[in-house]
């Protein structure tokens, strides 16, 4: 069984600081990684897609990527109120198509 | 990014009515799109995966006969619930893919049934 796992939180930082969200998966064959944020009663949107190992920055977010340990994750700097959501980690383990295992999400609060 | 669309995004029926849901890619042509269902507080659960000119393929334990899943076009796909009942009250989400292996999702829609 392919699984993802997250903390499902929630998890607290103040106004300013680093959030970083970890994301763990069980397939070891997953090509491709991504994280969503997801506002209370809405659709998820997508942040960052990863396929490497390694760091990926794109304005305030980082993802991060090691496969030989199976995680990944993100990192939020400058946190501010309006980043408060459930972010989503999802894989896609079967290349060549759009299936993905979704985490359960993580439970984020940025306090002002 | 891509834009996907849902229509309607709140619909309230009766017991025993069926609920026909759209979902659009409005900028690129999707070969692929995803139905999602998602109950308060809990993660999205996978429904189906709809493929342009097929059958849909459905996940284990939902009911295809109840979920009526349509794929006419490069752009549209349709979530019909049919004889719907209170338990199926839910956030419905469909999603598209694009690219290799990137999904877009829709804004998703809120059903309700009385």
């Known amino acids: 069984q392919k699984e993802v796992e997250q903390n499902s939180g929630p998890l607290s930082v103040p106004e300013g600081a680093i959030a970083s969200l970890n994301c763990t998966y069980s397939?070891?064959?997953?090509?491709?990684f991504f994280w969503y944020r997801q506002y209370s009663g809405k659709s998820p949107e997508l942040i960052m897609s990863i396929y490497s190992n390694g760091d990926k920055e794109d304005g305030r977010f980082t993802a991060q990527l090691n496969k030989a340990s199976q995680y990944v994750s993100l990192l939020i700097r400058d946190s501010q109120p309006s980043d408060s959501a459930t972010y989503l980690c999802a894989v896609n383990s079967a290349s060549g198509t759009y299936k993905y295992i979704f985490g359960t999400g993580t439970r984020l609060k940025v306090l002002a | 990014g891509a834009v996907v669309s849902q229509h309607p995004s709140r619909v309230i029926c009766k017991s025993g009515t069926s609920v026909k849901i759209e979902c659009r890619s409005l900028d690129f042509q999707a070969t692929t799109m995803f139905w999602y269902r998602q109950f308060p507080k809990k993660s999205l659960m996978l429904m189906a995966t709809s493929n342009e000119g097929s059958k849909a393929t459905y996940e284990q334990g939902v009911e295809k006969d109840k979920f009526l899943i349509n794929h006419a076009s490069l752009t549209l796909s349709t979530l019909t619930v049919t004889s719907a009942h209170p338990e199926d009250s839910s956030f419905y989400i469909c999603?598209?893919?694009?690219?290799?292996?990137?999904?877009?999702f829709g804004p998703g829609t809120r059903l309700t049934v009385l």
């Open positions: 999603s598209a893919g694009i690219g290799t292996d990137t999904q877009y």
């Open positions: 397939d070891r064959g997953s090509q491709s």
